[in-house]
């Protein structure tokens, strides 16, 4: 029976798919991740100088040694991908069927307005990690997010699990960790190899929240809503409905854990009381 993942690489096979950002931890990941199911022949941009690409690859990939970046660096000269750099960024994405965007793209004048415009105008074009993420994994998820401590709680949650199996041999299989700093990869690339019996600690951003996903993780966790990024949202209600997005995404046989000490993060519980720890 085909798995999700079979479907969505069925789906995109063929098609003219663009990736932003690519020297980004995200844009970089999901090169990789197309690369290794035989889908070269996509475009990637990134704003910055093709002489540049090295210097800004080699300041945003610090979970990678540096050897491993200086190899990573050479294979990219191979890759059959086509470059768009500098004052080509963007060119052609309008008759993109895919584009992939980072969370951060609306940081950056140059996405304006036109990837503002496809997102608003294509939703259904657009691709972007989290949403991937929650689509096609084949095994439990559980997502963390919050103002504070996501980063934390998530890798602690990854340490926990980690020694659990280490201690508690086929309580679970595998177990995958992807973060969102520059010391955290990704492991969007190895959704192939993840059975059902393994488990994926991911933390996700409100910048990723601003897009809308497929479907929730099978548990969700919201450390606190304070007032944060409220530049990025217009308002503290539109920031909390964001983080809010994790949970009401879910099934009703899903888990949301809240911060109860958290006024925001409680609220939150008398909507979503069946699922509610």
């Known amino acids: 029976m085909p798995t999700e993942l079979d ?7 063929g098609k ?15 090169a990789r991740f197309l690369l290794k199911h035989g889908l070269g022949g996509f475009t990637a941009h990134d704003f910055g100088e093709e002489d540049e690409y090295a210097q800004t690859f080699n300041a945003l990939h610090l979970y990678l040694p540096r050897a491993e970046r200086v190899k990573r660096l ?13 004052q080509d960024y963007l060119k052609g994405i309008e008759q993109a069927d895919f584009v992939f965007v980072p969370q951060n793209w609306f940081a950056y004048s140059q996405n304006q307005p036109v990837v503002g415009e496809l997102i608003k105008k294509h939703p259904q074009r657009i ?28 890798k602690l949650l990854f340490e926990i699990f980690s020694a659990l199996v280490s201690q508690q041999p086929g309580l679970f299989g595998n177990v ?17 190899q993840i059975k059902a019996s393994d488990l994926a600690l991911l933390e996700v951003s409100n910048r990723q929240l ?14 606190n809503i304070v007032p944060n990024h409220i530049e990025d949202h217009g308002s503290l209600k539109s920031y909390i409905q ?4 994790l949970i009401e995404a879910q099934r009703e046989d899903d888990i ?13 519980a008398s909507t979503h009381r069946r699922r509610a720890i």
């Open 176 to 192: 995958y960790y992807g973060g969102n700093d520059r010391r955290s990869g990704q492991f969007l690339e190895q959704l192939d």
């Open 210 to 223: 601003k897009f809308r996903l497929p479907q929730g993780p099978k548990v969700g966790v919201i450390t």
């Open 256 to 268: 949301c854990v809240l911060n109860w000490d958290d006024e925001n993060s409680r609220e939150l």
């Open 16 to 30: 003219h798919i663009h990736v932003l950002g690519l020297s980004g931890i995200e844009g970089y990941s999901f």
């Open 242 to 245: 964001t983080k809010a997005s």
């Open 7 to 13: 479907l969505w690489l069925e789906k995109v096979k």
């Open 127 to 154: 691709l972007h990690l989290a949403g991937l993420y929650h689509q096609l994994i084949a095994c439990p998820l559980i997502a963390v997010t919050g103002s504070m401590g996501k980063s934390t709680t998530t």
């Open 74 to 86: 050479q294979e990219i000269k191979e890759w059959p991908v086509k470059f768009h750099w500098g």
